[in-house]
């Protein structure tokens, strides 16, 4: 353990009359590279911000800029030991991943008075390559001189462009290759083009009831499969757009700027329907529609796969359409057997501005399969026992509620504790959402969410399969885990920001606790 660098190092002298010199600027810029707590590299910061703030009242530019500079130093600092935080104590989301005993990230910078707002914008800057660092602080040291208060503009420019970085082109051409398949297009027919019982799982979540408006992302059903050729005569209508997730379906709450235009088309020679699955007139046709989809996931899932599911659902006028509830009966009548219904608890989601009932925080999530024997590996996900100091842990060996060397009345199931702490993991997940702004799709999947999905339901080396793909965190997860995955996407920008996220954070996430987590 290196010894706590010191603020002093900025040796500041302070003389009783004139402009305040700061000496020693590259002894300052030391001393910030060795801090090794975040509490450290806090106070140098600080103190640097107070020495700008004088400078800039007496009117020395130089001294301005040079603590202008070693403030923005000891906030890159900042953001690396930020960032080591996740490596030390690991990314842990829910209660389902150990800390073993380790205090978490927030309360480590909450110690040290640092919010996780600050927190993350110190990690952007650290970020930032030395090469390219050097030149942005020269041209803050430039604003400084020509008397611009905004020293940080070129820096923040900079973060803004690596966070929204240029859109690929739209994904036009199938992806094609041992661990990875990208298939853009038609769900629907892009999965007729999947050999039966080739997909160890499906892991999905379809665009919801009347919540986003997704651009060139149609679906055809219906029609004559010898039609080659469709004329499609479309008809538009615009409904409330973005903020429809709030609003409902209630158009007096809909704005001009909000107005989203969904279109539909059938054609002339077959009657296809050509649909923005989500935006049809009716939650029925909306059913069966996705019916339909998920008929050709039970022709191409193996007879021990297992097909994950998450739905929303939609309130609108204070009623619930009770969609996942209308779904789990229509999939159930067409033969398939939900085994398990999982409470996707969200921490952070977005409420709405409801005062005559509670705000909804949770989704469904439901593990459907096709047959009584199928694969599920209970040992991949566990989590803390709450009875982990009862003397009966360890003691039942079977699920009938008998315990080792005993029989006779009154021996009574009792949850079976592992060594460790431990029991298998339950129906109600606390998972919050991921946030990734820089992509074009903007509800993706929880990669812990998915994690879990894909460790119990899929074997290692096998394949997964999610027909709406999104950003690719389907395929990004079952990479990391060591599985093959097969992507089926709408939308052409989103399929070709999904090949590109896959491709630029696959090693990334290899690296990181997440991975290490499944194990």
């Known amino acids: 353990m290196h010894a706590p660098a010191s603020p002093d190092s900025l040796a500041v002298v302070v003389p009783a009359h004139g402009p305040l010199p700061l000496a020693r600027y590259d002894a300052a810029c030391r001393a910030i590279a060795e801090c090794v707590r975040i509490d450290e590299a806090k106070e140098i910061r600080n103190k640097a911000e ?6 800039r009242q007496v009117n020395n530019p ?15 600092q900042l953001g690396k030991l930020s960032a080591a935080l996740d490596k030390a104590q690991g990314a842990r989301t829910d209660r389902l991943l150990l800390t073993d005993g380790k205090k978490s990230k927030a309360d480590t910078l909450a110690d040290a008075g640092i919010t996780t707002s600050s927190a993350h914008r110190y990690e952007k800057l650290a970020k930032i390559p030395d090469s390219e660092w050097e030149a942005l602080e020269a041209k803050g040291r430039e604003q400084i001189a020509a008397g611009y208060s905004h020293a940080d503009a070129a820096i923040n420019a900079a973060i803004k462009a690596k966070a929204r970085p240029p859109k690929p082109a739209p994904l036009l051409d199938d992806v094609k290759g041992d661990p ?65 997730r709030t609003t409902g379906l209630n158009d007096r709450h809909k704005t001009k700027n909000e107005e989203k235009t969904v279109e539909r088309g059938t054609c002339k020679k077959c009657g296809a329907e050509r649909v923005m699955l989500g935006w049809e007139e009716t939650v029925a046709e909306y059913i069966e529609h996705l019916v339909q989809i998920f008929a050709e996931a039970k022709r191409v899932l193996k007879p021990r796969g297992v ?13 619930w359409l009770n969609i996942p509830e209308r779904l789990l009966l229509a999939l159930d009548d067409m033969g398939w057997i939900c085994v398990a219904k999982i409470v996707w608890h969200i921490p952070n989601k977005m409420p709405s501005s409801v005062t005559d009932r509670p705000n909804c925080d949770y989704e469904h999530v439901y593990m459907f399969v096709t047959q009584d024997d199928y694969y599920f590996d209970a040992e991949s996900v566990r989590e803390p026992a709450k009875c982990a100091d009862d003397p009966r842990r360890g003691k039942r060996v079977n699920y009938y509620g008998k315990y080792d060397g005993t029989t006779g009345f009154g021996q009574q199931a009792f949850v079976s504790i592992r060594d460790d702490g431990t029991r298998g993991a339950r129906s109600v997940w606390s998972i919050p959402s991921d946030r990734i702004s820089k992509y074009s799709h903007c509800c993706p999947f929880p990669r812990e969410l998915v994690r879990r999905m894909i460790l119990l339901g899929c074997p290692e080396g096998r394949v997964a399969l999610d027909p709406f793909a999104g950003s690719g965190t389907v395929g990004l997860v079952a990479l990391v885990l060591g599985r093959k995955a097969v992507l089926i996407e709408a939308n052409g920008q989103f399929a070709a920001e999904a090949r590109d996220r896959i491709r630029d954070e696959l090693e990334e996430y290899k690296a990181k606790p997440f991975a290490d987590a499944a194990e």
């Open 50 to 55: 107070a020495i700008r703030v004088y400078a």
């Open 62 to 76: 130089q001294l301005e800029a040079d603590a202008w500079a070693i403030r923005k130093r000891a906030e890159r």
């Open 180 to 244: 990875l398949t990208i298939l853009p297009g038609d769900c629907m027919a892009r999965l007729q083009e999947i050999p039966d019982a080739s997909i160890d799982c499906v892991i999905t979540s379809p665009p919801y009831f009347r919540t986003l408006v997704y651009p060139g992302s149609f679906t055809v059903f219906g029609g004559d499969a010898c039609c080659d050729q469709h004329e499609w005569q479309m008809q538009s209508k615009n409904y409330g757009g973005w903020h429809q």
């Open 307 to 319: 097909f994950w599911l998450n739905i929303g659902d939609k309130c609108t006028d204070k009623h």
